[in-house]
């Protein structure tokens, strides 16, 4: 029988290993300095653990050292769009193509490079890079002469800076944009050596798609084949919002039919989420509403003008074109004027507001964008809004003396 010290340890080492194993899903590259310190120490205690379940059920490795715990997660989806790299800055604005190739080209320089950079050096190199006849042919051109084209290098620097990759010395970007001056960065050589999270070196391949950078060989066996189907499901489980049973293919559905509370099982037990298991599909709930980058329902005018819409899209058992979302959210203004920003109801924001609540939904896996319009998901159902239904209270009965 254990006694009550030892349960409390017991308890403590949960709580522990629960908040680690959060913190890595949350944020897969953690590190020894910085706003995450406490759970790198965490992660770096129980690091045998958590590496041993990862492996078991999602094949990611987890690498430790002393300066940065590493979770090379590859997504269960590799068409799925809704989760971009972010500006740093208030305005969070998603990656575009042309700062994801910088990205890529920044890393490779930096791969090549000294300690230490300077932002104009950095950028001489990507101009040399991007000067390839195969990026040219691929419609790649940068000059990094136009302000705009600053703007996206700043932008890839900022978020090589938080994921700490590069730690800032003198001067900053800003000075670099406006080209009144310049920026002076360390490179961490050992964060940069983990970032890339593929199974194959992209210099190994001969045909450039995500499926070769990530996919598995050798599955000869029933074993093997199984085990990569329990991986698939549990890494779609821990980073989708919604597993639709109509988006996995009959041996994923079959062998999720007959290991469905195993599988459940061990994600609430290291995570804390909870299961919402429904006809359509299973949704992995987290009660304390922090393991998400998407947050529904949300405050401000955003927010409930992407609230307002779910809920006239989950009455709807049609695609809903985009002008017609956009005529709904002008309508909507007029109706809630007087809780909305002065810039929402500004004649033409009605676009900007549909668009930014698609992504959302469309991210949440609450509906699918087709060139029809926009199309209800099941799950969108729990926004829906019925008929009042009043209940009559029961009368008291008299109190017996």
């Known amino acids: 029988m254990s006694t009550p010290l030892a349960e409390v340890l017991d308890g403590q080492r949960d709580a522990e290993l629960r908040r680690a194993a959060r913190a890595l899903l949350k944020r897969p590259l953690l590190l020894a300095h910085g706003g995450y310190a406490d759970e790198f120490r965490l992660v770096r205690r129980h690091a045998a653990e958590l590496r041993e379940w990862f492996e078991r059920n999602t ?90 084209e600053r703007l996206d290098l700043a932008a890839v620097v900022r978020l090589l800076l938080e994921l700490g990759v590069l730690r800032r010395v003198a001067g900053d970007e800003e000075a670099y944009i406006s080209g009144a001056g310049d920026a002076l960065y360390d490179v961490e050589r050992r964060v940069l050596a983990g970032l890339l999270a593929t199974r194959r070196g992209p210099s190994t391949l001969t045909v450039a798609s995500l499926d070769a950078l990530t996919a598995e060989s050798g599955l000869d066996t029933d074993e093997l084949r199984f085990r990569a189907i329990r991986h698939h499901l549990t890494r779609r489980l821990l980073d989708d919002p919604v597993l639709y049973y109509d988006e996995l293919s009959d041996a994923e559905l079959a062998y999720l039919t007959k290991q469905r509370p195993f599988i459940l099982a061990r994600i609430n037990e290291l995570t804390g989420l909870v299961a919402e298991v429904r006809a359509e599909g ?56 007087g809780f909305w920003s002065k810039s929402a109801k500004a004649p033409g924001a009605e676009a900007e507001l549909v668009e930014q609540a698609l992504v ?36 008291r009965k008299a109190h017996q003396q």
Not at 370 to 393: D, F, I, K, S
């Open 59 to 148: 094949g990611w490795g987890l690498q430790v050292d002393a300066e940065s715990a590493r979770l090379r997660k590859t997504p269960g989806r590799l068409d799925d769009a809704g989760h971009p790299a972010r500006e740093t800055n208030r305005a969070q604005a998603p990656f575009t193509r042309r700062r994801y190739v910088l990205l890529c080209l920044a890393l490779a320089a930096l791969e090549r490079g000294e300690n230490q950079t300077a932002l104009g050096r950095l950028a001489d190199h990507i101009v040399q890079e991007a000067s390839d006849p195969r990026l040219v042919a691929a419609g790649v051109e940068f000059t990094l002469e136009r302000r705009d």
């Open 282 to 337: 299973i949704a992995m709930v987290d009660p304390s509403d922090d393991l998400t980058d998407v947050r529904m329902p949300e405050q401000g005018t955003h927010g409930h003008v992407t609230l307002l819409l779910a809920e006239h899209l989950a009455g709807v058992r049609r695609p809903v074109r985009d002008s017609e979302l956009r005529s709904r959210v002008r309508a909507l203004a007029a109706e809630h004027a």
């Open 360 to 395: 959302k939904l469309a991210a949440l896996g609450l509906v699918d964008r087709t060139p029809e319009g926009a199309v209800a998901r099941p799950a969108l159902a729990r926004y829906a809004v019925g008929a009042t239904v009043v209940v009559e209270a029961a009368p």
